[in-house]
């Protein structure tokens, strides 16, 4: 039961968007900027946003050279170069949107351990650079071995090492933030705690109501930003979750190294965060047991990022874990984020593929079509 005021001021909106990660708060700014008078409300399922926006490990980074080299065996060589142009604008349009203090945005540039297992990879390092001359103004890999001694990793194990300048680490919660008031500020509606159901749609409007809540939202239009967790909303869009497991280390005195690094074709990647480490990945090693929408962590993928500390990246050096935790990411065959009409006033876009930080601000603005 309502009053006068709520149904008149709370309950209809012109663009329902149902998930308040970076996908969904990207895509109501850019509504909010082409149309500064749509009415928007974002629902959110969590007190904070679901999924991976607010528990990745802080990347802005569009593909390491070995997981790029996988793509391109996936999807040819084409439709790997317009990926990566798609993570790209994305990353260069949110740093313009926000600015580089309101990401916590560093740029260490990036770097790939490669072990015996792929260090063939380096002979590929010009055609990729090739490849990708268009896209970056200089060469975006080179090979440097020097620096496996400067950061202190086993050069037992780590064979050689690949450095981009053009990756940088961001601070996560500063740059969610930064969003979340932004969209705000523009007059965006955000309620958590949420979990969205779509009851009905017709020609002119989608009918909200949530599993915890009495209280129902209609709207002219609706967008699934949710990734991950698109198919409990629209069932017939089938989304593979991943669940994403990472570990942070009690700071570590005299840490030799700073930026974002990758291992194994983008599974592992680790970063400083000032004097600590953050580690995340081994997806790789239960596929099948991490293609889950549960958080939670695992203790034989836990273990793993441990002896990895131990072995390849702090050799010989004592550290101590503090946090763990896991994120939920939206996973497809190609990589390929897609935008899919469901209805005249549906329309649902997902599957950044582990790439939401540099893929959102891309796909949000083609979202954005459609909302406003």
Same mark, same amino acid.
């Not at 198919?231 to 005299?254: D, E």
């Given at each position: ?148 001694? /400067? #950061? &202190? ?6 064979? %050689? @090492?690949?450095?981009?300048?053009? +990756? ?125 929408? /549960? #958080? &939670? ?6 273990? %793993? @990022?441990?002896?990895?500390?131990? +072995? ?61």
């Amino acid at each position: 039961m309502y009053s006068i005021w709520e149904k008149n001021s709370f309950t209809h909106y012109d663009c329902i968007i149902i998930g308040s990660g970076i996908l969904g708060l990207s895509t109501a700014i850019s509504i909010k900027e082409r149309s500064p008078s749509t009415e928007i409300l974002i629902l959110e399922r969590g007190t904070l946003p679901s999924g991976a926006s607010t528990k990745n490990a802080g990347f802005a980074c569009f593909g390491s050279l070995t997981e790029i080299l996988s793509d391109i065996k996936r999807n040819g060589e084409s439709e790997t170069v317009s990926l990566v142009e798609k993570r790209w604008k994305g990353i260069n349009m949110l740093r313009q949107r926000l600015g580089d203090e309101k990401m916590g945005l560093l740029n260490y540039g990036g770097s790939e351990l490669l072990k015996e297992n792929n260090i063939a990879a380096l002979d590929e390092i010009g055609h990729v650079n090739h490849l990708l001359r268009n896209i970056f103004d200089s060469d975006t890999f080179v090979a440097d071995e020097r620096k496996i001694n /400067e #950061f &202190g990793f086993n050069k037992d194990v780590v064979k %050689s @090492l690949v450095f981009s300048p053009f +990756e940088s680490q961001i601070d996560t919660g500063v740059m969610m933030r930064s969003l979340i008031a932004m969209a705000q500020s523009k007059g965006v509606m955000i309620i958590n705690n949420y979990d969205a159901v779509i009851d009905d749609y017709s020609a002119n409007t989608v009918k909200v109501s949530a599993k915890n809540s009495g209280v129902t939202f209609t709207s002219n239009k609706l967008i699934s930003c949710s990734n991950a967790f698109t198919s409990s909303i629209l069932p017939q869009i089938m989304i593979k979750p991943g669940r994403g497991q990472v570990i942070a280390t009690k700071p570590v005195a005299g840490l030799q190294f700073k930026g974002v690094f990758h291992m194994d074709e983008g599974y592992y990647y680790f970063r400083n965060y000032g004097e600590r480490i953050i580690f995340g990945g081994g997806r790789n090693l239960d596929f099948t047991g991490e293609e889950t929408s /549960e #958080f &939670g962590t695992t203790d034989m993928i836990i273990e %793993s @990022l441990k002896d990895i500390l131990r +072995e390849v990246i702090l050799p010989g050096r004592e550290f101590e874990v503090e946090m763990t935790w896991s994120g939920i990411m939206g996973f497809n065959e190609s990589k390929l984020p897609e935008i899919i009409q469901i209805s005249d006033n549906i329309t649902a876009g997902f599957c950044c593929n582990g790439m939401g930080v540099a893929l959102a601000s891309y796909v949000a603005e083609q979202l954005s079509e459609s909302g406003s």
